[in-house]
């Protein structure tokens, strides 16, 4: 299977398909990291994303994960069926992103050391189709579409992954940086880009997926 950002790339006539497009700014981005060397810290907070990812619990990622999320958050934030739809939309969206295919058969299945082994060696090379895929993230945790992430929204982000809620009110402090009680896309893309590209143990961000596996 081809690596996860070169699949991405196949995908350039729908990767905003449906998602903003607002540029981005960040204090540090994905290129000031120092190169990732995969280290037992960092092995440790990619098992931990890929858990998240892997909501079926079933030791792969797959298009049956980014269902059940988008059926869960709806549950948890109770949509209305258009928001739902729209929902689902985004989820699949950002399966089409990480599996490199429109295929709505969901054969393709993405075990942990693939998934890992493909951001590794994508490393720094597809930085830039990393961060897009990172601020299509933030676009499917903001459910209302207002540019923003809620607290509310944040806690069924959690929710909808299997990360223990109780968790989310903390990680929501550390990721509001500028104190508004809501996370615009620059703060949760911020934390997330260094959750994945940072090996700094003491980082502010290491729990931005919930506790570490």
Known sequence: MAGF???ARILNGVLFRGLSKKAINLERPPHDYPIVTGSEHWR?????????RDTDGDGYISRQDYVLCADRVASYMNLNETRAIELMNKQLLMWELVSGTTDASGDIKISEDEYMS?????????M?????????DFDSVDVNSDGFISQQE????????????KHSTDVFKVLDTDGDG?????????????FIYSEDESSPHVSFMGPLV
């Open 5 to 7: 950002f070169l699949r």
């Open 44 to 52: 440790r907070k990619l098992r931990t994303l890929f858990k998240a």
């Open 118 to 126: 493909n951001i590794l060696n994508g490393n720094h090379k597809s």
């Open 128 to 136: 830039g189709m990393g961060l897009d895929i990172v601020c299509c």
């Open 154 to 165: 944040h806690k069924a982000f959690f929710y909808g992954r299997g990360i223990p809620v």
């Open 182 to 194: 809501k996370l615009s896309k620059e703060e949760f893309v911020q934390g997330y880009v260094d």
